[in-house]
Every structure is written in C-alpha cells, then in structure tokens.
C-alpha cells in the first residue's frame, strides 16, 4: 500500500502481487555470481529469484523440467490460480491498489503531505484539485489508534480488503499489519 499510494512511479517485481516468500536456498543450489564468490555472508540475490508460482501443480506450473532454483515452501496457497479468484488475497489487493491509484488523481498526481510518523504508524495525504485521501499505514504486530479528527472521510481500501464504505471520524484503530486509505470529506 505504502508503495502505490506515494508520488512516484511504482516498481513491482514478479511475485510481490502473490506475496511470494525469500526462499533459502541451500548452498549446493546456490546461481548467483555474488553468493558463489563471497559464501555464506548472505548476500546472494537467488532468494528472490525463485521461478513463479503460477498454479500449485509440479514446479508451480512454471516448468515441466527441474526449475533453476527450489520454489520453497507454501506453493500450494501462494500461487497465482490459488489467489485469482479470493476477494482477500494478497492478488486482489494489489488489482484494487492498482485501480484505485489509476481512477484517483490525488495519488496519481497529488502533492504529498506527512501526517504522522511515530513508532510503527506512518500516515500522509494526497491532495490534487481540492481533493484529498489519507493514507493510514500500521506496520506493527499490535492495534494502532489515528486521530482522524480533522480528517473525516471514508475508506476506500484496506489491506485487509473488508472495510470499504467504512465512515471514518473521530479515532480511527488499525489492526496488526493493516494500512487504510480514506477519501476525505473536508
């Protein structure tokens, strides 16, 4: 969320939309020209270079042939088929992000202003043409309380995929992990 809510041109890598995990990859498997040269300091690349989980059949669908790299664990639920057609995947947050970032302007185009940093919460608005959203973003492992206030408005997205149309006025708790972005009434 952090990274297509902020100004800027985005950069995902394969497999970030799937929430594909850094594989350990066991020395006798290891590619990677850096790891190879200077061992076990842990600075190889091939972690997350692993082939893509598209589907959770042999190799995740990426290859009839023995893949490059191991896949790692999980292959069964992180993959693409897996994620498709689940409203609270990691897949359908990433489409919604995407979408949202292309039909709002404020995070398109939007100035940029920081709200809050403290401990484990960031929050900022985007403002383009007297519009305004607010991003709201926990980073850590426990509930995290915003002052939304001055700030009254509605959620248009959380990472938790659940709390669309949600008023927001007053105090404003985020869950473990969540990030909310709120369109702003004032």
Not at 28 to 36: G, I, L, S, T
Not at 41 to 46: A, I, Q, Y
Not at 150 to 165: A, E, I, N
């Amino acid at each position: 969320m952090l990274l297509l809510t902020l100004r800027g041109t985005p950069t995902l890598y394969y497999g970030d939309e799937i929430g594909m995990p850094q594989v350990h990859i066991p020395p006798h498997q290891v590619r990677d020209p850096w790891e190879k040269n200077l061992a076990g300091l842990g600075l190889g690349r091939d972690g997350c270079r692993t082939p893509m989980r598209w589907d959770r059949t042999l190799n995740g669908g990426f290859s009839d042939g023995k893949p490059w790299l191991p896949l790692g664990p999980d292959v069964a639920s992180c993959n693409g088929a897996a994620q498709t057609d689940n409203p609270a995947s990691m897949l359908s947050l990433y489409r919604a992000l995407i979408a949202l970032r292309r039909t709002t302007p404020e995070l398109t185009l939007g100035d940029y202003r920081s709200l809050e940093a403290s401990c484990d919460l960031l929050a900022y608005a985007r403002g383009h043409q007297g519009g305004r959203v607010l991003i709201v973003l926990n980073f850590g492992r426990v509930p995290a309380s915003f002052d939304a206030s001055r700030s009254p408005g509605q959620v248009l997205l959380s990472t938790f995929m659940d709390r669309r149309g949600e008023p927001v006025a007053g105090t404003m708790e985020l869950r473990a992990s969540e990030g909310l972005i709120v369109r702003l009434s004032e």
